[in-house]
């Protein structure tokens, strides 16, 4: 069975660009398709689920701007690799608008190899920052919106007798409340949900920084800016925030007796490109 990380969608004119992309994918054991028409590519887009698309800058029915929002409205958005002409002024803007790299015709095959590379495993990283925060999520799901109330409360730091009296309800509902969520948790402990809740929220932070569309646009268009305009500061800022996350993923939640961790399902669903 075809590996969809391992798959790269491409509409590009150009013949001998083509070629070299052929000369740089075989050894990486990519698998390509090579699409004649941009309608054919978007009516099979989400269906392939390609790891990342190389376009094309200007393209005959749609602009690349379309395509790359095209492929923002997936669940795991494909990275997009743009080609342009050398005097095409557009590169800024299809940085901003989510392209993840733009490559001025001649492509060079060592910026075609790297950008392919990149792209592929920024797929992988997204697809498993989205397989960890569902597992996390249909967790959280078991909870009644009082019970989720409660787990907030609880997180920033109010007693039970507070939360009784700032809700109106007796401490025995409290008490309840709680001992329902940690049991529909399958945990141990409060100090558990807690950091359920708060490994959902890293996430989410970490998915808006891989370009996954979590957040308010605003809030996604300015890690947008911050990594178009400090290109840097940002690449090093993502490492300092998977390699954290990563660590709290893999010694995260304790899971019940004979239960998956959440790191551990994530690494069966997603692994990792060798």
């Known amino acids: 069975m075809r590996d969809p990380l391992r798959s790269l969608a491409v509409f590009v004119e150009d013949h001998d660009l083509r070629v070299t992309v052929d000369r740089v994918t075989r050894p990486l054991g990519l698998h390509v398709n090579v699409y004649s028409d941009v309608r054919g590519l978007l009516d099979e887009i989400e269906a392939l689920s390609p790891a990342a698309i190389l376009a094309d800058s200007r393209l005959p029915e749609i602009t690349a701007a379309e395509l790359i929002s095209e492929a923002q409205s997936l669940k795991i958005p494909p990275p997009v690799v743009v080609v342009a002409d050398e005097n095409d002024p557009a590169q800024h803007l299809l940085l901003k608008q989510g392209a993840v790299d733009v490559l001025r015709v001649p492509v060079r ?74 049991k529909k948790l399958g945990i141990g402990s409060l100090v558990e949900a807690v950091q359920l809740f708060a490994e959902d929220r890293r996430l989410t932070d970490i998915g808006i920084l891989l370009g996954l569309p979590w957040g308010p646009r605003s809030q996604v268009s300015q890690f947008r800016e911050f990594e178009v305009e400090s290109p840097q500061a940002f690449s090093a800022s993502r490492r300092d925030v998977e390699t954290v996350a990563d660590r709290r993923m893999t010694a995260a939640v304790p899971a019940p007796h004979g239960r998956q961790t959440e790191a551990a399902r994530r690494d069966r669903e997603c692994p990792m490109l060798s």
Request: charged fraction near 30%; hydrophobic fraction near 40%; charge should be positive.
């Open 109 to 182: 095959i060592e910026e075609l190899r790297g950008a392919i590379c990149a792209s592929i495993e920024l797929a992988s990283d997204r697809c498993c920052v989205v397989a960890a925060r569902t597992a996390i999520r249909q967790r959280l799901s078991r909870l009644t919106d009082a019970e989720h109330q409660l787990v907030d409360d609880l997180q920033s730091g109010k007693s039970n007798k507070r939360i009784a009296f700032e809700r109106r309800i007796p401490l025995r509902t409290v008490e309840y409340r709680r001992h329902n969520a940690i």
